[in-house]
């Protein structure tokens, strides 16, 4: 299996190169080829396996290049039960009072995101790829951050023989949990740095330290390299392609399922369209999916696009309340629009160019008859989020945060309006209702918490009745590490300082 760049017809790369690389360079996203094909046989195998070894079947097929002995060894340590507490998976399928909702709860690792399902594992994919195209040289790794991917990064990278990671985040701009998070995250070869600035000004300090000719050329004079974690990297979205199939083998065990070719409905809260593209990932791979349900916060434009096949960022950015998806630029989106041309990457670089320049561009008719006819897109502002948080608990006595209110807002809506209450839906939970505990107390109280973010913690505890994950717990009692702020111009030294090189 090798892969193509969604903008260049003559990028050939094996899956290592892809995921060293991790964005080919002129800027296009790495693409499989070909996708496999699973059938209703293949699916009643998988549903006799356990998570680690339905990991191990899928990834084989993507990873051509790979060892079996080198993808187990990465499954193995990923997704070992010490890392996602008590769970007997990765994941748990929860299934509320409506008969056909399904909750795929995917927050039980280390950081209480999702994110973790794909950074446990990218590490050692990442490591091994590396090994294979560019020996014994340490990786650099590089991160901005707004929040939840630099905690599961770091989580992900700590102690990784061969590694060492510097994250950047704004001081101002992420929430006490999560800055907490970061300060005292442990790891010899794992670093935190706090920036005065935003996002975006951490984000542009950290690509134009990435791309700097006399940079790279020091590192290679000390046997380093940089390399990306981020969302657009192969090797995330592969491991996200699998708890798809697992939930859908999930319902078949149960019987929920009973019959070949059965559909589902996947609901997906989305900022980047990396989560929801690996479930159309999935469908195309064989998983009888019927529709795909793409919902957004008041950050809409995936909503638009869906609707009109106009995408334009030219708007209001929003900060609300589910924050992780609070993005204008959902850069996964430029791999589903390479598989709705048929791979015609004229087309789009084009768009993507319009993008850069204009801010915008308009999808072909064809193009958008059939993203329409596998996706729907809604979205919902803050005020329904809290409500739709009241309402889960206080009808189902499920406990919720922010980001999968949104999702179970727009399954609600999609079943207005469609009349589709039948087919069997999982909605993709995404956080911890823990990691967000202010927002999702004024969701069930009305009014302002008070209190440091513990104190909330506690109080989201006491009156729910739901335990506080171990993780956040344990936030308490750790000494802060890291406490250095710099300011935008200072990057480049943190950098050399933490490497020990200049
Ligand atoms: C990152 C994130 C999302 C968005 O996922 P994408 O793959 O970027 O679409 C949704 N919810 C939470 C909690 C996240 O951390």
Redesign the pocket.
């Known amino acids: 299996m090798n892969y193509k760049s969604t903008r260049d017809q003559s990028v050939n790369v094996t899956a290592a190169q892809a995921i060293a690389q991790g964005i080919s360079k002129e800027g296009g996203l790495f693409v499989p080829e070909k996708l496999p094909s699973y059938s209703y046989a293949d699916l009643c195998a998988l549903s006799h396996m356990d998570y680690v070894d339905r990991a191990q079947r899928i990834l084989s097929d993507f990873l051509t290049d790979f060892t079996q002995e080198e993808i187990q060894e990465s499954v193995t340590a990923a997704y070992a039960p010490d890392k996602f507490g008590e769970h007997p998976a990765p994941l748990a399928l929860q299934q509320t009072g409506e008969d056909n909702m399904y909750l795929l709860e995917l ?1 039980h690792g280390p950081t209480c ?3 973790d399902m794909a950074l446990q594992l990218l590490p050692h994919l990442l490591t091994k790829s590396l090994h294979k195209t560019c020996d014994g040289k340490t990786a650099v790794i590089l991160v901005a951050t707004s ?3 630099g905690k599961a990064a770091l989580e992900g990278f700590k102690d990784v023989a061969g590694t060492k990671m510097l994250v950047f985040y704004p001081e101002d701009g992420v929430s006490p949990m999560q800055k907490r998070q970061m300060a005292t995250q442990e790891g010899a070869n794992v670093h935190v740095c706090a920036i005065e600035g935003n996002f975006d000004d951490a984000q542009t300090g950290v690509k134009k330290i990435f791309t700097d000719p006399a940079v790279a050329e020091i590192l290679a004079k000390n046997n380093m390299l940089f390399s990306s974690a981020n ?1 657009i990297n192969w090797g995330r979205l592969l491991p ?1 392609i699998v708890y798809y199939f697992s939930a859908y083998c999930d319902l078949m065990s149960t019987g929920e399922i009973d019959h070949e070719g059965e559909e589902i409905n996947i609901v ?10 690996a479930a159309y990932y999935a469908r195309s791979m064989g998983l009888p999916v019927q529709k795909l349900i793409c919902a957004s916060n008041s950050n809409n434009v995936l909503t638009d696009f869906i609707r009109s096949g106009t995408y334009d960022k030219n708007r209001h950015f929003y900060t609300t309340i ?1 924050p ?2 609070d ?1 204008l630029i ?1 850069s ?1 989106l430029e791999r589903l629009l390479y598989h709705m041309t048929g791979g015609d990457t004229q087309k789009v670089s084009g768009w993507m160019a319009q993008l850069a320049h204009e801010g915008r561009y308009t999808v072909d008719e064809t193009v958008l008859r059939q993203i329409q006819s596998l996706f729907y897109g809604g979205y919902c502002n803050d005020e329904d989020t809290e409500r739709t948080i009241k309402m889960m608990f206080d009808t189902e006595h499920y406990l919720c ?1 922010t ?2 209110a949104v999702a179970i807002n727009v399954y609600k809506q999609y079943v207005e309006q469609s009349g589709d209450r039948a087919t069997p839906t999982v909605i993709a939970s ?2 911890s209702p823990y ?1 967000f505990a202010a927002s999702v107390l004024q969701a069930l109280e009305g009014g302002r918490p008070n209190g440091d973010e513990f104190a909330m913690v506690e109080s989201l505890s006491a009156l729910t009745g739901t335990a506080i994950p171990a993780p956040i717990l344990a936030l308490k009692e750790k000494g802060v590490r890291f406490n250095r702020v710099c300011d935008t111009a200072s990057m480049l030294e943190v950098v050399f300082d933490t490497l020990g090189i200049r």
């Open positions: 927050w995101a999702f994110k929040g939840d991917t969302s996200q997906v809260p989305t900022g980047n369209f990396g989560n929801i593209l589910s992780s998806m993005i959902s996964n945060d980001h999968t995404t956080a990691k």
